[in-house]
């Protein structure tokens, strides 16, 4: 068998270097420089028991016994109210977007109110598909901190440090969008990938790799 001359050694140690590398970094066992992934998980207006996702958000009025108005504006359409009545009346209120009923109805309205000079407010609940909903019940990603845009942008995130600001969306319950997506939650895996024997195989092959790619180097 022939011997391999000098430019063909150094091109199969090389490539034994450059895979080991890879399986160093890319094995099934993760790479060696993750220990947080963070997975976004996507909403859509066919995602099955969508009310009950939509129902949490701060800009969505749940009313699942507590609401007074807002069942009898949905069963019989707008009616004019005295202040007190529509101030008490939290499907209503200024800062909501979005009614829903997760008890007996799974559709989705919109609530709007109009005041009169005379201080009584014409109240309404006008029903919207599934799509507007989210839309009305979402949070842009730029109002969020950096981490949660970072999840939402890239969809799987894995870093060697948990990221700031995921704590923020888990207690807000909010449906976040992000260029015309949107997204439910998220699902955070630790590993400890820098401890034990899993990271002890790793930096063997990293050593190795690297080594190999060296020597190649090395040949005249």
């Not at 420089?33 to 028991?49: D, H, I, M, N």
């Not at 701060?58 to 949905?74: D, F, H, I, Q, Y």
């Not at 559709?107 to 407010?121: I, Q, W």
């Not at 942008?153 to 923020?168: D, I, K, Q, S």
Request: proline share 7%.
């Amino acid at each position: 068998m022939p011997s391999l001359d000098p430019p063909q050694q150094r091109l199969v140690l090389l490539s034994l270097g450059t895979t080991v590398l890879l399986a160093a970094v890319f094995a099934p066992l993760g790479t060696a420089l993750w220990t947080y992934e963070y997975t976004a998980e996507p909403v859509e207006p066919t995602t099955a028991g969508l009310d009950g996702w939509l129902s949490w958000p701060e800009k969505t009025a749940m009313c699942a016994g507590s609401c007074t108005l807002a069942p009898t504006v949905r069963d019989g359409g707008p009616r004019v109210v005295s202040a007190p009545t529509y101030e008490g009346a939290n499907a209503f209120d200024r800062e909501k977007t979005l009614v829903v009923f997760p008890n007996d109805d799974h559709a989705f309205y919109r609530p709007n109110a109009t005041h009169y000079e005379n201080g009584t407010v014409r109240v309404a609940l006008t029903p919207v598909s599934n799509a507007t909903a989210l839309e009305l019940a979402s949070t842009p990603a730029r109002e969020f901190p950096r981490g949660v845009q970072r999840i939402v942008r890239e969809g799987t995130v894995r870093t060697g440090r948990p990221l700031v600001g995921t704590e923020f969306w888990k207690r807000t319950d909010a449906v976040v969008s992000y260029d015309g997506s949107y997204y439910r939650d998220y699902v955070a895996t630790d590993r400890e990938s820098m401890n034990g024997a899993r990271f002890v195989v790793r930096m063997a092959l990293l050593s190795i790799g690297v080594g190999l790619c060296y020597w190649a180097g090395r040949i005249d």
